[in-house]
């Protein structure tokens, strides 16, 4: 009996041992899953964030990958998109050789950046209005443990920095969300070039090009300003709660980076309150320019910081999340300007470009 007894307390003793274990990281795993995402919301619309242009001039321009490997480019997958491919009720479908040229454009964009999620991109084949080649942007904005506090991440990055696939987490909740991009293509745009020898002829779009940029925009190359060129005034912030004024609301990560011509934030509210019309000049590049300043960028960019676009009056879609067009024409760090002209390909992001990521954290 007392064998009995002793054999039957063992036996308990591992179980409540085991329980206690399994309960204990049960407890962890729950708690990492809810401090993963601190919060989540809407991220702007795709037609604020970019609505790249053509300027109908011949620039006979190419950057190919292989021609600056020495800066920047590996051929070495860091990444993994996924591409479904949706056209507009009634409208043509995606031509076959604008998905290679488009999957063309996400290879090189899979060597760039690092993420252990999938990052998932719904890419419309859609007529937009007349001189809009795409527009772009991600899905949902985030905050992560792992980030900046107080900052919203494309959900994208956010989901690279935590290391959890939030697009997933986002289902069954009311922020619901299949991509973290999404991609509108000019279906009724007549001088495509679907070619992936970034050799554009005259007269034509490089349409490995403009997908380079757009997803440029849905991996997080954006902000939140907004200017209003009837008021002449400016915000930044998008907050969470409707009845949060904007002032007491969120930069996104790329807003943090931003100064004005004298090196002063442009999320600084004692200088430039928030809203304001001492935004707007700064935004509209009014006080010596706009800049984006980092390690990163300054780095590859001769020590100085970045200049962006910023003409006056603000222009929705190519005003502030844009490199300065003037600046960089002709520059391997072409890619990402308001604007494209005929018989260019830039089949890189640009060391720029690549500079202002790792700056935000990629």
């Not at 919301?41 to 190419?62: K, L």
Request: hydrophobic share 35%.
């Amino acid at each position: 009996m007392k064998e009995f007894m002793r054999l039957f307390n063992t036996i308990c003793a591992q179980f409540l041992f085991l329980f206690l274990l399994t309960a204990n990281l049960f407890g962890q795993h729950s708690a990492g899953a809810e401090s993963a995402i601190i919060k989540v919301m809407e991220a702007p619309e795709v037609g604020h964030i970019c609505t790249i242009e053509p300027t109908h001039e011949n620039e006979f321009f190419f950057i190919r990958p292989e021609e600056i490997a020495s800066k920047e480019f590996n051929q070495v997958k860091n990444s993994n998109f996924q591409i479904d491919y949706f056209s507009e009720d009634g409208g043509p479908s995606w031509p076959n050789n604008a998905i290679t040229a488009f999957n063309h454009a996400v290879g090189i964009w899979e060597s760039h950046i690092e993420s252990e999620i999938p990052i998932r991109v719904q890419a419309n084949w859609v007529e937009l209005e007349e001189n809009t080649l795409g527009s772009a942007g991600p899905t949902l904005i985030v905050q992560v443990n792992g980030g900046e506090a107080d900052t919203w991440y494309s959900i994208a990055q956010g989901s690279a920095i935590s290391g959890r696939d939030i697009v997933e987490e986002t289902q069954g909740t009311s922020n619901e969300v299949n991509y973290d991009i999404v991609v509108n293509m000019n279906s009724s745009f007549n001088s495509w070039y679907f070619g992936t020898d970034a050799n554009t002829p005259s007269g034509r779009i490089d349409f490995v090009t403009v997908v380079l940029h757009e997803l440029g925009h849905g991996i997080g190359f954006t902000g939140s300003v907004r200017g209003d060129e009837d008021t002449e005034t400016a915000e930044w912030g998008l907050g969470d709660d409707p009845d949060t004024p904007v002032n007491e609301s969120d930069p996104i990560i790329y807003d943090r980076f931003v100064v004005d011509g004298n090196n002063i934030e442009i999320t600084n509210t004692l200088i430039y309150p928030n809203p304001s019309s001492q935004l707007y000049e700064a935004v509209t590049g009014q006080n010596g320019g706009l800049f984006f300043t980092g390690d990163e960028t300054s780095s590859v960019y001769e020590g100085l910081p970045a200049p962006l676009f910023a003409p006056n009056p603000w222009d929705p879609g190519s005003s502030y999340s844009h490199l300065d067009q003037q600046t960089f024409s002709g520059t391997e760090n072409a890619l990402m300007r308001p604007q494209i002209g005929n018989a260019l390909a830039i089949h890189t992001p640009g060391p720029v470009m690549c500079g202002i990521l790792a700056d935000k954290g990629w």
